[in-house]
């Protein structure tokens, strides 16, 4: 099986700069998602990583260490839309392909 | 392009009741999933389908069954509704899974309550 890990809740101020990271253990990887969800709603696709380093997407990348297992969500420019609960998925080779999801961490962000 | 649609939105059962959740694609995926999601409990997989006429468990599938007769439309059934079913169902949709991005996209979801 796999084992995902994610702090529960973090805050942060509108402006600055927040990482949430993810941590993994699991065998054969084959890419790392983040999704946002924002409260009462869908999850929504942000980033991939399947090699290592850093994907940037505007105000937020994605940084991804396979020996580690380890991988960071980085937003910048916090602004109070951005306060959502963001999923962590993880993918292995072999069989259905299909990501396992981590609990999330709500992120709350503050004026 | 309506994306991923889910009927019905809410829906309160009583214990012991059966109802099914409808879930449609428009983007001609072939893979689809139904999850759901507790308070701290992040999202769990309940059955998921490869393709028409093929269904296979997740990690939580006791309780419920899924059939795949079209392509678009994947259905949960609820044969006899108990409280701990009480949850909010996710469906998604992805393309050919193995050796591409591959992203899921999700359905606004079903909020259904089990008194």
């Known amino acids: 099986g796999q084992n995902i890990d994610q702090p529960t809740e973090m805050t942060a101020t509108e402006g600055a700069i927040v990482q949430i990271n993810c941590t993994y253990q699991?065998?054969?990887?084959?890419?790392l998602f983040w999704y946002q969800q924002h409260a009462g709603e869908a999850p929504t696709f942000l980033s991939y990583n399947v090699l290592d380093g850093l994907e940037e997407k505007g105000r937020f990348s994605s940084f991804l260490s396979r020996s580690k297992g380890y991988s960071y969500l980085l937003l910048k420019e916090l602004q109070m839309k951005d306060s959502a609960s963001y999923l962590c998925a993880v993918r292995v080779s072999g069989g259905s392909y299909i990501p396992t999801f981590g609990r999330g961490t709500s992120l709350i962000v503050h004026p | 392009n309506a994306g991923v649609t889910q009927t019905p939105k809410f829906r309160v059962l009583k214990t012991g009741q059966s109802m099914t959740l409808l879930c449609a694609q428009d983007m001609n995926h072939e893979y689809m999933y139904w999850y759901r999601q507790d308070p701290g409990m992040g999202l769990r997989l309940i059955h998921y389908?490869?393709?028409?006429?093929?269904?296979a468990k997740g990690e939580v599938p006791d309780g419920y069954n899924v059939s795949r007769l079209k392509k678009q439309n994947f259905l949960l059934g609820l044969e006899s509704a108990a409280p701990s079913q009480t949850s909010v169902y996710f469906c998604a949709s992805s393309g050919l899974a193995s050796g591409s991005i591959d992203t899921q996209y999700f359905g606004p979801g079903t909020r259904l309550t089990v008194l």
């Open positions: 699991t065998s054969g990887f084959n890419g």
């Open positions: 389908s490869v393709g028409e006429g093929t269904t």
